[in-house]
C-alpha cells in the first residue's frame, strides 16, 4: 500500500510541478522535439493566412496579411519564450504545449477569413490562446514571489503578466463590435506589443535590475528563431509549387517556378551565414532589436511564397503583373531593411565590422534593387531570375570578404 501511494504521489508531482522561475534559465538545453511539434501547427495556421493572401493580391489583401501575421507572431513569441525559459519536461509542460496546440489548430480554421467572416471564430480562439498563455505567466509570476530571485524580476513578471491579461480582454471584446471596429483594435495589439517589448528591454525597476534580458539569451531560444524562419521559407516552397500546379505546365512556367524557389535558398545562404544562430550583443536595446526584427523578417517571406503563387502561374505574359510584382518586391524589401536592422544588433556585427559594415549596403541595394523591377516590370522568369541574381550576389561578396578573415577571426557558420 505504502508503494502505491509512493508511485502515485511521484505522478503527481510529474505532472504538477511548477514552472522554472526566473533566473533558471538553462544555458545550454536543445530544442525539443515537442517544441518542434508544436512549431508544426505554426506552419498550417501560417499557411491559411498565406494562402488567403496570394487569393487577394492587392494594397488591403497585404495590410490584412500583415495584422492576421503580427498576431500570429506574437502568440508564437509568447508560447515559445514561456516554454524556453521556463517550461520543464513533465506532464503539466507537456499539457499546457498539446492544449496550445489544439487551441492553434481552431485559430487556423479561421485564420483564412480572419479580417472578414471568420473575424469573430479568430477572435475568440485567440482569446482563449491568449487566456491560457496567462495563466502560465501569471504561475511563473508566483514562483518569482517565492524563488531567490524574486525581487529581482517581480516587476517584469507583473507588468507582463497584466499585460497578457488585458491583451485577453481586448481580444474578447474584439469578437463583439463591428468589423472596421475590431480590425483597428487588432492593428492596436500589433503596435503596442512591440512598444512594450522595447520598453521592458530598455527600462529596469529604478534599481538598476535588467530588462527583458533576464536569462532569455539562450542558445535554444535563439535557434527556436531560426527554426521558424524555416517555416516562413517553406512557403517560398509551397507558392513557387503551387504556381506551377495551377499554371499551364509549359516550359516557362517550370522555370519561372524554380527560379522562384532559388530566391528562398538566396535568402536562407544569406540569413543562416550572417544573421541566424548569431547571439545579440550585451548592450541595452539590442535584445528587442533583435526579437523584434524578425517580425518583418517572417512576414516579408511568407508574403513572398503567396506572391509567388500568381507570377509563377502567369509566367507567360509579357510582362509581370502588377500587384503580384510589387508584393514580391516589396516583400523582399522589408525583408533585407529587417535583416539591416537586426544585425546592429549582434555581437560580431561590432566584432567584425570589416564584415557586418559592407553586408548591410549591399542588401539595402539589393532591396532598392527590388523595388526597381517592380516599377520596370520584365516578364516573370525574368522578374525572379533577377531577384534572385541580386540576392546571390550579396551573399556571394559578403563571403568572399568573410573568407579573408584571419583564422583568429574566424566566426563559425561559414568558416570552420
Known amino acids: 500500500m505504502g ?4 508511485v502515485l504521489k511521484e505522478f503527481r508531482r510529474y505532472f504538477w510541478q511548477p514552472p522554472r522561475a ?13 517544441e518542434l511539434f508544436y512549431d508544426l501547427v505554426y506552419v498550417v495556421v501560417i499557411a491559411r493566412a498565406a ?49 496550445q496546440m489544439l487551441l492553434l489548430a481552431l485559430l487556423a480554421v479561421f485564420t483564412g477569413e480572419a479580417t472578414g467572416d471568420g473575424g469573430v471564430g479568430f477572435a475568440l480562439t485567440y482569446a482563449a490562446f491568449f487566456g491560457v498563455l496567462t495563466y502560465q505567466w501569471w504561475a511563473v ?8 530571485h524574486g525581487d529581482q524580476f517581480d516587476w517584469i513578471t507583473a507588468r507582463y503578466t497584466a499585460g497578457m491579461a488585458v491583451s485577453t480582454v481586448v481580444f474578447v471584446v474584439s469578437a463583439a463590435v463591428p468589423e472596421g471596429v475590431r480590425r483597428w483594435m487588432w492593428i492596436g495589439m500589433v503596435i503596442v506589443w512591440p512598444l512594450a517589448l522595447v520598453y521592458l528591454d530598455r527600462s529596469g525597476d529604478g534599481r538598476g535590475q535588467p530588462g527583458l534580458r533576464g536569462g532569455a539569451a539562450t542558445d535554444s531560444l535563439i535557434e527556436r528563431f531560426g527554426l521558424f524562419t524555416i517555416i516562413v521559407l517553406g512557403e517560398v516552397v509551397v507558392g513557387a509549387v503551387e504556381g506551377m500546379s495551377e499554371g499551364e ?12 524557389l532559388t530566391i528562398g535558398f538566396a535568402y536562407w545562404w544569406t540569413y543562416f551565414d550572417f544573421i541566424g544562430g548569431r547571439k545579440f550583443a550585451e548592450s541595452r536595446g539590442s535584445l528587442s532589436t533583435w526579437v523584434l526584427g524578425h517580425l518583418p523578417v517572417t512576414a516579408s517571406i511568407a508574403a513572398s511564397g503567396a506572391a509567388m503563387v500568381g507570377i509563377v502561374e502567369h509566367a ?7 500587384a503580384s510584382a510589387w508584393l514580391l518586391s516589396g516583400s523582399v524589401a522589408i525583408g533585407l531593411f529587417a535583416l539591416v536592422w537586426i544585425i546592429g544588433s549582434l555581437e560580431d556585427s561590432a566584432r567584425l565590422p570589416h564584415v557586418y559594415r559592407p553586408l548591410k549596403g549591399l542588401l539595402v541595394l539589393a532591396a532598392l534593387f527590388s523595388l526597381l523591377l517592380a516599377w520596370v516590370r520584365p516578364a516573370p522568369w525574368l522578374f525572379v531570375g533577377l531577384i534572385w541574381a541580386a540576392l546571390s550576389l550579396v551573399w556571394f561578396l559578403s563571403v568572399i570578404r568573410w573568407f579573408g578573415i584571419d583564422d583568429g577571426e574566424a566566426v563559425p557558420g561559414i568558416v570552420e
Open 3 to 6: 508503494a502505491e501511494r509512493s
Open 22 to 34: 526566473h533566473g533558471e534559465a538553462i544555458e545550454d538545453r536543445t530544442v525539443s522535439f515537442l
Open 51 to 99: 494562402h488567403h493572401l496570394a487569393g487577394h493580391v492587392s494594397w488591403e489583401g497585404a495590410a490584412d496579411f500583415a495584422i492576421v501575421f503580427g498576431l500570429i507572431w506574437i502568440g508564437w513569441l509568447n508560447g515559445t519564450t514561456y516554454h524556453d525559459l521556463h517550461a520543464r519536461d513533465d506532464g503539466r509542460s507537456r499539457s499546457f504545449i498539446f492544449l
Open 141 to 148: 509570476r508566483r514562483v518569482d514571489r517565492s524563488s531567490e
Open 249 to 260: 505546365h509549359t516550359a516557362v512556367v517550370v522555370v519561372t517556378g524554380l527560379l522562384g
Open 316 to 322: 507567360g505574359d509579357d510582362r509581370t503583373q502588377a
